[in-house]
């Protein structure tokens, strides 16, 4: 496929200020151009659709040692969930943590073509590399775990941010990752006794350094290495009641460190950081107060975690937390520390409408997408799969268009939890050009991804169609038609390929892996040998057989970057 | 001569990748820094006595000598035409292999199941059931102040795992106990000198009773030290180096496991010994694992293949699970051949489940017990087998190994096995690891490359290659039907 012709689409391209405009897009050797021969070039009739760029996800485990242990972990996950051999696809198994092949399908016929894998423990990134070698037509990268890495805290408590950024740019080559992952900074190294950091201002045992250090040192390194993505932070204390105001002091600590309003800091799925109240009985909405702060500052964005009622499974680098929520639900629980860098947990976990904070938790991930005016600083995200299966996506794009679906829900949650929260006190539907925003655009935008979530000359052709016709239609009383559309692409063309016709996959081209190779040549020969030294103390793996060869990615894309460090 | 550093050994689940190797004229010819098994596998894996190097096909129940065109041709032949075929082994090759193995399995509609279905199939059962708490082999080195081996012998089976990632080993929060074992050891072999000599010197034959190492509490557990416990029914010479040796009951470790849960509650139990251990002792262990700043426990076949099985491995996990109430407790599987955790790595990710995986109704199903090897061979269902990196004519029941010689078999492996013996076709292929490249699974999950050291016989493929040869034949023959 050489060319293609996109017809008479309604087109929603938010970052070429495109509205619904209806235009065509011309595909030429599966980049966007402005013209191209009609006569020669396949034409697809989008009369009566929408056109948007591929769907980009800023964070869901999709691939790697955690996430495999968590397949491992529940075949009753997988039972009633099936994809049966096809002549184009490979069989596979869901729900919750689909299998990489069917990962790849799902996102593919949900109009998604690009999706990052936010937790990746360096020691393992072979791991996550081979996963995504068998992660079929979706582009992927994976963030480096680095926020309780050794290095990067010795290299903080003694203030060597220029070393730590060489160390960073390292392990971006070493791991072949895209940015940096800060996941309860210092709690992890604390979990491998078995405790954590109450606060951001709270020491890491041993270690003499703060997790507001941590952060701040990270976010000055991210700046020297010119990362296109910022930190991407998994706040402290992350899913206790109360936490907000820590939420709230963890934005506000890299304040002073802003250039020209750039966002400097990515608070990832906030809705498990936006809980206010003292305890469990006590428990509210702190999204509001988190609203407002990001209404008035430049510098932060933002995922959702939107929760689905549904049963899925949980599971992050924050190995405390998870030990908590084995203690609450009493499911089964995966405990696998990462000497010298991470931790990680998984517990199972279903979450319910009659349970007054699971519907807290609903109400408050609804609050935050409504409540901040600007699109472009929050980000629709189900953490998947921690607070749903990505595949429910659909399912939030209903009930931020349409009043009607959000009233819906609210009417059968738990009584205290509809009583608490702001969702029936707000008005706001969010139009397709916003959600074009949240779901493809504003992230793309925040990931630094030049040729993504647009349809300008010279982007990756990665485009979805989907059967929705907002001349005719009135969304926002419609919510279950918007959901369908949204469920089953009537397209999606992945670099200029059509891999999905009518939600079904058509072909399975494979997606490029990015990462960032950060150019400091000099800096790099200095803290090779200073690792070197180091290395055989810190780990049980040799230092020459650590890195990941680029030749390991089926189709590696490397985004090049000039530090300000040499 | 050239020297080939950080190979990593692809013998056992401790993956050491600190190997050095000399080789002269495409032959290794020094080992560095490995165990003698090691060792043995680098010096020794071209010796002929064990390996043919061109393929074989069965006719008139000979084997002979045929090229590999034809081993591939018939050997996609059989798969085509079978019904159900097996498709087993895997453990010993790459996860480049594996994969391919599985799209192969599922090109054929047959079941792919590798050799944890006979060794740590219960484990996988119990982490099911209950969870898992672990961690990397590194964590235990810096933090571990107490080690448990449970049913298992690391001083024979993984023999660098102590000095590498456990006890001998100097991390940044827990120091070796190297010199304290020296030092007890230098005492030990003292005190059978002397004992030896009294021996000679008393003109009666007189009985000297031995020293037995009896239930007292050693001196050196006072201190602030790393402590390592063996749990077994025999004192192997992993027991020899432990602070405490409990001598369990053979196939009663899980009342042991079930009465260690109750102590770590402060229940009373109102016995004198549970699996023949007094229950002052194990009071005292308790203590000491409840004590603990970081503790793990190992497991082996003891516990997996003993009776109980899986609920042996239930009450392993919980009791960690119980322990990290009180303090940090870990778990870990001592997994046997070098890439076992990496097949079930593998078939996790491309079928959601780790082993015994029925691809027949075109999508993965799991029941073991039912979609594994063992028992498809013995009900007979199976009419045919490939057997890849694996020997389970040796390790099979009797019936199950009957049908699997009574119906076609396939063998791809670099060594002359029994299986391969009684195999209809053998492709002999290179030694991953050694003449073929590719990745493996340490125990703890840690991937590590494995390396090219020396060049295969022109005859020999590298697994990954000869499977996607027979894939791409399969699919001719099909496309072929299909038209």
């Not at chain 1, 040692?65 to 996950?77: C, M, Q, T």
């Not at chain 2, 950080?6 to 560095?32: A, F, M, Q, W, Y």
Request: charged fraction near 25%.
């Amino acid at each position: 496929m050489t060319s293609l012709l996109i017809k008479n689409g309604f087109v929603f391209d938010p970052l070429n200020g495109v509205k619904g405009e209806k235009m065509d897009i011309a595909i030429e050797n599966g980049k966007i151009v402005e013209k191209i021969n009609e006569r020669e070039a396949k034409i697809i009739d989008a009369s009566g659709m929408i056109v948007m760029p591929g769907g980009v996800d800023i964070h869901s485990h999709i691939a790697g040692a955690k996430v495999n242990s968590g397949r491992l972990l529940r075949p009753e996950d997988h039972f009633k969930d099936v994809e049966p051999k096809t002549p184009i696809t490979r069989s596979g198994v869901g729900y919750s943590i689909p299998s990489t092949f069917t990962t790849g399908y799902r996102y593919a016929r949900m109009g998604y073509t690009t999706v990052m894998d936010p937790a990746m423990p360096p020691l393992k990134a072979r791991h996550t590399h081979e996963e995504f070698n068998d992660t079929p037509i979706i582009d992927k990268a994976a963030y480096p775990l680095l926020g309780d890495c050794w290095f990067v805290l010795e290299y903080l408590k003694k203030n060597r941010i220029e070393e730590c950024a060489a160390y960073v740019a390292w392990m971006l080559k070493a791991t072949k990752g895209y940015a940096i992952k800060i996941v309860n900074p210092g709690g992890l190294e604390a979990w491998g006794f078995g405790r954590n950091v109450r606060n951001i201002d709270d020491p890491v045992p041993n270690f003499g350094i703060t997790p507001r250090e941590i952060i701040r040192g990270l976010c000055k390194v991210n700046k020297l290495l010119n990362l296109p993505h910022t930190i991407h932070v998994h706040t402290n204390n992350l899913g206790k009641p109360g936490n907000y105001i820590n939420t709230l002091e963890t934005m506000r600590c890299v304040e002073d460190l802003v250039e020209n309003g750039k966002p400097a800091i990515h608070i990832t799925h906030c809705q498990f950081s936006a809980f206010a109240g003292d305890d469990w009985r006590t428990f509210d909405s702190g999204a509001e107060a988190i609203a407002k702060y990001v209404n008035a500052h430049s510098h932060v964005t933002l995922d959702m975690g939107q929760i689905i009622f549904t049963e899925t499974t949980t599971m992050t680098a924050d190995g405390p937390f998870q030990f908590i929520l084995y203690e609450l639900s009493g499911n089964k629980w995966v405990n696998s520390d990462v000497e010298t860098e991470t931790s990680a947990g998984i517990v199972p976990f279903q979450y319910k409408r009659k349970s007054f904070v699971h519907a807290m938790q609903w109400s408050i991930a609804m609050e935050l997408a409504l409540l901040i005016q600007d699109p472009w600083k929050i980000f629709l995200t189900t953490d998947h799969p921690n607070a749903g299966p990505f595949t429910h996506y659909p399912r939030v794009i209903s009930w931020l268009i349409s009043r009607k679906a959000r009233e819906k829900i609210l009417e059968r949650i738990n009584r205290k939890a509809q009583r608490k929260s702001l969702v029936p006190t707000i008005d706001r539907e969010y139009s397709l050009y916003e959600i074009a925003v949240i779901t493809r655009a504003g992230q793309s935008k925040a990931l630094g991804l030049k040729n993504k979530g647009h349809l300008g000359v010279g982007a990756d052709a990665d485009i979805a169609i989907y059967n929705l016709n907002p001349e005719t239609l009135d969304l926002a009383q419609k919510p279950k038609t918007v959901r369908k559309a949204f469920e089953r692409a009537a397209y999606t063309i992945k670099d200029g390929n059509i891999t999905v016709k009518n939600g079904e996959v058509v072909s399975t081209p494979s997606g490029r892996t990015f990462w960032v190779n950060v150019e400091a040549p000099q800096a790099e020969i200095e803290i090779s040998k200073k690792l070197q030294q180091k290395f055989g103390e810190y780990y049980t793996v040799k230092y020459e057989n650590y890195p990941v060869p680029e030749h390991y990615l089926a189709i590696p894309a490397s985004i090049n970057v000039k530090a300000e460090v040499q | 001569m050239r020297v080939v550093s950080n190979v990593t050994c692809p013998v056992c689940g401790s993956l050491c990748d600190d190997i050095e190797l000399i080789v002269e004229n495409n032959h290794v010819t020094k080992v560095r820094n490995a165990c003698a098994v090691g060792e043995a596998k680098f010096l020794a894996f071209a010796d002929p006595k064990h390996r043919r190097v061109k393929p074989l096909i069965r006719k008139n129940g000979e084997l002979v000598e045929a090229s590999l065109d034809e081993a591939i041709r018939r050997t996609a032949k059989i798969l085509a035409e079978a019904s159900y075929p097996l498709l087993y082994g895997w453990s010993c090759t790459s996860t480049e292999a594996i994969r391919v193995g599985l799209e192969l399995a599922e090109e054929v509609g047959g079941v792919a199941d590798n050799t944890s279905t006979v060794c740590h199939g219960p484990s996988i059962l119990s982490i099911q059931n209950v969870g898992f708490s672990s961690c990397t082999l590194g964590q235990i080195r810096h933090r571990a102040d107490l080690v448990i081996y449970w049913g298992c012998n690391p001083w024979s089976a993984h023999p660098r795992h102590l000095e590498r990632y456990t006890t001998f080993t100097e991390g940044r929060f827990q120091k070796s106990i190297w010199i304290r074992y020296l030092t007890k050891l230098r005492a030990l072999i003292g005190k059978k000198k002397a004992q030896r000599a009294a021996e000679l010197a008393s003109p009666r034959k007189e009985v000297i009773s031995k020293p037995e190492r009896t239930f007292s509490l050693p001196p050196t557990l006072t201190a602030k030290q790393r402590k390592m416990i063996v749990v077994d029914v025999r004192k192997t010479r992993s027991a020899e180096i432990a602070d405490y040796f409990l001598q369990v009951k053979p196939n009663m470790d899980y009342e042991l496991l079930q009465a260690l849960r109750m102590l770590v509650f402060d229940r009373e139990l109102d016995l004198d010994e549970v699996a023949g251990i007094p229950i002052e002792l194990l009071e005292e262990v308790t203590d000491v694992m409840v004590g603990c700043r970081f503790g793990i426990l190992f497991f082996g076949l003891g516990l997996t293949m003993s009776s109980a099985k899986v609920r042996n491995i239930d009450a392993g996990i919980s009791l960690v699970r119980d322990l990290n109430k009180k303090t940090k407790f870990t778990i870990m599987p001592m997994r046997g051949h070098f890439n076992v955790t990496g097949a079930n790595v593998a078939f996790t990710w491309q079928t959601g489940y780790p082993y015994a995986v029925d691809f027949s109704q075109g999508f993965p199903q799991y029941n073991p017990g039912e979609t594994s090897a063992v028992d498809i061979l013995a009900r007979g269902d199976s009419d045919a087998a490939l057997i890849v990196a694996s020997d389970p004519v040796a390790h099979f029941p009797k019936r199950a190994v009957k049908n699997l010689v009574e119906n076609p078999l396939i063998v791809i492996d670099p060594q002359v096995t029994p299986t391969s013996l009684m195999a209809d076709i053998v492709i002999p292929s290179a030694f991953v690891g050694i003449e073929a490249e590719g990745t493996a699974y340490r125990m703890d999950r840690v991937p590590l490359p494995l390396k090219k050291v020396v060049e295969p016989p022109a005859t020999c493929l590298p697994d990954e290659v000869i499977l996607q040869r027979i894939l791409k034949e399969v699919r001719k023959l099909k496309g072929g039907k299909a038209a």
